[in-house]
């Protein structure tokens, strides 16, 4: 495959990003890297030691004992939210403006640390009063939100684990998640507001509630965000407002160790069942305030905004906790960039001055189009001189669109950041460091000191640079997910896989090494995960879904390139009666992609629904995906098709509806 680098210029850090940066120069780069190398326990040991206020200190870093169940800083115990909230606060930076809410018709709210850290604390002690203690598991359905980061917060001062769901998701995967959780309490809102739209989220979630299993949730907790109606349990359901009104601002926090639960976050992953991720305390609060502090570069003085939600595993690390823990000014915001018109969010970067702003390429390729169409919404239009670092999560950037970001946003003066990593890792693996790293569109560049990745084969061999391959990273990280929820088994199965040797961790996405640079470039997931809009969506669960549905026989779902939202669901799907044409089609698709949307959320959607006599299948009975894949970009069949049982099904199939 071509690399960025063959065809793409290289762009140095100007001397004005590298000049006071965190990490200055490509010679101190590697001077972390090679302290990492030479002393892997002591480099993460003294950086958890500072970053981190430790109740009681750690006296081991890494335990290997139990690999690939890794523990760090085992022995050590801390409180997330204190680390947060409570020492800005006591060290006199109470004063200091945590959160800039900027809500979805631009209303603007302002919050510091010391209200911040009043509000946790009553609703902490609030979540106390009905019961809920170190251990338990809460799930949290919430619009993006001041109320949304307090819950969180409050659970991690009592110790509680949470388990954000994306507001986004059906009342089907908000049950299934409930379930496996083993949740005692529902934290909710009774409505979202997004580009000026409401969806109910209680009703949603009394909806989920209904589907049985649920008994162990005692309380639901309703945040009155919109004011709209709702229907009331009344031995159930309270409102936030009104159990925190009498409630104390202070509450004791409740120390942890390090590897307590902080949070368990739900994944696609390549079969049905999403999976439950189990991040850590303290070394998943170290990787957050380092990353922010590398990828970021952030200083004092910085207005830093992530526009991700807090349903994700971006808006936990670099909304919930990263900032507040470096007690640093964030933006938040509750809508999307095209609302009112695409213009939004160069909008709030000049109202607030945004100084370390971070995005999806989704969102970058589709503002470019509008702002091609509108030049009333481009970013020229705007002053974007407050811009420091501009960075990307969630999918690989295609140079076109990196390009047009680092000319029109960053103004050809803000380093680019193009940053790989997961739900699994916590926080940023591969990116470049904005006043070290000579950027390269296209490429997250190098991996952060002392992660280790490389680009092996099957069997775990490496394999040479310039050649395509599975990102793997060889030793243990202090972020990395502990274990998949109820599930270890499914967690060594799907991340330290026997066939690589049992001690690689495996990402899931292809990935190609410059051979002259070292730079990598993601080339995609290798497993059946597509990325819709910078969303993970397992293949499986969306067919479960469409079989779910009474006329559905069979189905089989693919990924196709999209120019905007980087990949697009195409399913292709035999009926349980004679396959339908013209209008009949158009209208069963539609009601097909419905339901999708009912069974897992809108983003699940197929952009594509085709209808087949059959699919392609092998004398075995097994679907040829390959093929699929083929079709639904509407490439010439090139495979070799000689093992298809049924190879008349390709003309079909290969035409749009
Ligand atoms: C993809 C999001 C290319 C990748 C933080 C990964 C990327 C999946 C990048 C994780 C990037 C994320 N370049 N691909 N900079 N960042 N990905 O768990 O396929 O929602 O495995 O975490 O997104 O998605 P997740």
Redesign the pocket.
Known sequence: MELPHQKQRTFEPSAEAQAGANVAGMEAYRALAADAERDYAGFWGGLAREAIDWRKPFSKVLDESAAPFYTWFEDGELNASYNCLDRHVASGHGDRVAIVFEADDGTVTRVTYAQMLARVARFANALKRRGIKRGDRVVIYMPMSIEGIVAMQACARLGATHSVVFGGFSAKSLHERIVDVGAVALITADEQVRGGKTLPLKQIADEALAMGNCDVVRSVIVYRRTGGEVAWDTSRDAWMHEIVANESDICEPEWVGAEHPLFILY?SGSTGKPKGVQHSTGGYLLWAVQTMKWTFDWKREDVFWCTADIG???GHTYIAYGPLALGATQVVFEGVPTYPDAGRFWKMIADHQVSLFYTAPTAIRSLTKAADADESVHPARYDLASLRIIG??????NPEAWLWYRRHVGGERCPVV??????ETGGHMIAPLPGATPTVPGS?TLPLPGIMAAVVDETGQSVPDGQGGILVVKRPWPSMVRTIWGDPERFKASYYPPELGGTLYL???GAVRDPETGYFT?T??IDDVL?VSGH?LGTMEIESALVAHELVAEAAVVGRPDATTGEAVVAFVTLKRARPEGEEAEQLAKTLRDWVGKEIGPIAKPKEIRFGDNLPKTRSGKIMRRLLRSLAKGDAIVQDTSTLENPEILDQLGRAV
Do not use: K, L
Request: hydrophobic letters at 30%.
């Open positions: 994944t994700w595993i971006t990307t999560v969630g999918e690989p950037i193009d940053t790989w990593w997961q739900t997250c990402a899931g996405d993601i995609g997931r990325n993970r």
